[in-house]
């Protein structure tokens, strides 16, 4: 199915899925970004659908887009000399 997986949730809709490469696309982050901010709590972790399929649901992602409170990104944390 394109780039979007649909896997079937508990009500009659279908869960929109969505895979890193396209997330990280969307949201004009690197891998490095998103797996520091998911860490960090600053964005939904993902649903693995496999040791190395990680999904994010695309209400999920859609709702962090449209919350700016949500949307700060870390800062890396500066070592003192």
């Not at 899925?17 to 993902?46: D, H, N, Q, V, Y």
């Not at 399929?53 to 700016?68: G, I, K, M, N, Y």
Request: glycine share 6%; charged share 35%.
């Amino acid at each position: 199915m394109d780039k979007r997986e649909r896997g079937a949730g508990t009500s009659a809709e279908a869960i929109e899925l969505i895979e890193k490469r396209e997330l990280c696309g969307r949201l004009k982050l690197s891998e490095w970004t998103l797996a520091k901010m998911i860490k960090a709590g600053a964005f939904p972790p993902p649903i693995w659908l496999g040791p190395v399929t990680p999904r994010w649901r695309l209400s999920e992602v859609e709702a962090w887009q449209a919350d700016p409170a949500r949307r700060e990104r870390p800062r890396p944390e500066l070592k003192a000399k």
